[in-house]
């Protein structure tokens, strides 16, 4: 049991309550993802594919000094309309400072892992995580949602890291973490608008029954940490590497000559990218979260 200000929505808490299954959902996606009606549109459309693939959506947000867990349609709609200058990006550095000064706050996936736990939640959904970024080796730039999934037990689903990050480094830190990183269905990891990524995947799984069984024996092991669920997004919607990464070098170029850094340079990055391909990364962005739902709400039931 946790002490945590945390708020439940009734469809949660009920779902917890009776041991069905239940799937988090990160919000910064929805503050910093995209403009307003369509970032509603977005996270309205993933909370309806968890629920029908046999799971609960539980979208997780600060808002009001609480840790709300599930968000009703109207905390939903105002989270949605709030500007992203006004709502704070939260990691495991300032969640607590946000829920201590009343503001609004969106999970990253580090923050909602953390939030997740309290909240008795095993299983979490997201389009990419974070990892290291390019020129790490002198600007020491690595995402905190390496060092979450290696200390906090959720079983994380992503389309693998964000194809802006420097890959190899990002999964040589995860091995080093102790994080099994499984790569759904095949035997490459993938890497977020590609299917392939040119490296081998460490492990592979092919059943969401197996994903939670093994999730099961971390926790009978008494094995820290969690999992990170590789789901190559479907053929039918990715960006190849060929025509990707040449968008990605003109992005990671232009915000060098603009000096951007810190947590600035991912957002910056995506809707470079999006402006480059008239949308289409965005349109992918969004069919892999939904993909990355359906797989969730699986391994949800599987562990339920």
Not at 67 to 89: F, R
Not at 95 to 111: D, I, K, M, P, Q
């Amino acid at each position: 049991m946790t002490d945590a200000p945390m708020t439940f929505a009734p469809e949660v808490a009920e779902a917890l309550k009776a041991g069905r299954p239940v799937v988090a959902l990160e919000s910064t996606i929805i503050t910093h993802g995209m403009p307003w009606p369509q970032n509603l549109e977005m996270a309205q459309k993933v909370e309806d594919t968890i629920r029908q693939n046999g799971a609960v959506p539980a979208t997780i947000a600060v808002m009001g000094g609480q840790i709300h867990v599930g968000l009703t349609t109207e905390a939903l709609t105002a989270l949605a309309q709030t500007p992203s200058d006004q709502a704070m990006k939260l990691s495991r550095a300032d969640l607590a400072v946000c829920l201590t000064n009343g503001r609004t706050g969106a999970t990253t996936v580090a923050a909602t892992m953390i939030c997740a736990e309290l909240a008795g939640i095993k299983v979490f959904a997201t389009g990419g995580i974070g990892g290291v970024h390019r020129g790490a080796e002198t600007s020491f730039d690595i995402s905190a949602d390496l060092q979450e999934l290696g200390r906090t037990a959720v079983t994380v689903v992503a389309a693998g890291a964000k194809a802006i990050l420097d890959l190899p480094k990002t999964w040589e830190v995860l091995e080093t973490l102790g994080v099994p990183v499984i790569a759904y269905g095949q035997d490459e990891l993938p890497a977020f608008w590609s299917r392939a990524s040119g490296i081998r995947a460490p492990l592979r799984m092919d059943s969401p029954e197996d994903i939670a069984a093994a999730a099961a024996m971390r926790a009978r092991l008494g094995v820290t940490g969690g999992q990170l669920v590789a789901n190559p997004i479907p053929a039918e919607h990715e960006i190849t590497r060929d025509v990707i990464m040449p968008v990605i070098e003109q992005a990671l170029a232009e915000a060098d000559d603009q000096k951007i850094a810190a947590k600035q340079v991912t957002p910056f990055l995506l809707q470079r990218i999006f402006e480059l391909t008239e949308g289409r990364s965005l349109a992918s962005n969004i069919e892999l979260v939904l993909n990355n739902a359906r797989l969730a709400a699986a391994i949800a039931r599987a562990m339920a």
